[in-house]
Nanobody, 119 residues
Framework: QVQLVESGGGLVQAGGSLRLSCTGS????????MSWYRQAPGKQRELVAN???????SYADSVKGRFIISRDNAKITMYLQMDSLKPEDTAVYYC?????????????WGQGTQVTVSS
């Protein structure tokens, strides 16, 4: 069974930093594409960043140069280091695992963690 638990959210002033963690359970982690998404009130959920099993990363334009995604397969944990935070980064942040099962891909979500950036 695939389970994901996010942590590290909170309230921070603009210009501050937070580090989110997403810890998984099960043997799936090392072969998964891991992603961070966020959803602000009244808006659609959007992709923030993702990291492949080999460590290749990609970012939304809105966070490039400010956020860094990383993974530690030994700890079954993915991270999102968020620096120079802006009020528009306020959202619920979710981690997602896209797991390869043979020729099929299963997608799993965490429960989300709230990030609030005050101006």
């Amino acid at each position: 069974q695939v389970q994901l638990v996010e942590s590290g959210g909170g309230l921070v002033q603009a210009g501050g930093s937070l580090r989110l963690s997403c810890t998984g359970s099960g043997s799936f982690f090392s072969r998964s594409v891991m992603s961070w998404y966020r959803q602000a009130p009244g808006k659609q959920r959007e992709l923030v960043a993702n990291v492949s099993p080999s460590g290749s990363t990609s970012y939304a334009d809105s966070v490039k140069g400010r956020f860094i995604i990383s993974r530690d397969n030994a700890k079954i944990t993915m991270y999102l280091q968020m620096d120079s935070l802006k009020p528009e980064d306020t959202a619920v942040y979710y981690c997602k695992a896209d797991v390869l099962f043979g020729l099929n891909i299963g997608s799993y979500w965490g429960q989300g963690t709230q990030v609030t950036v005050s101006s």
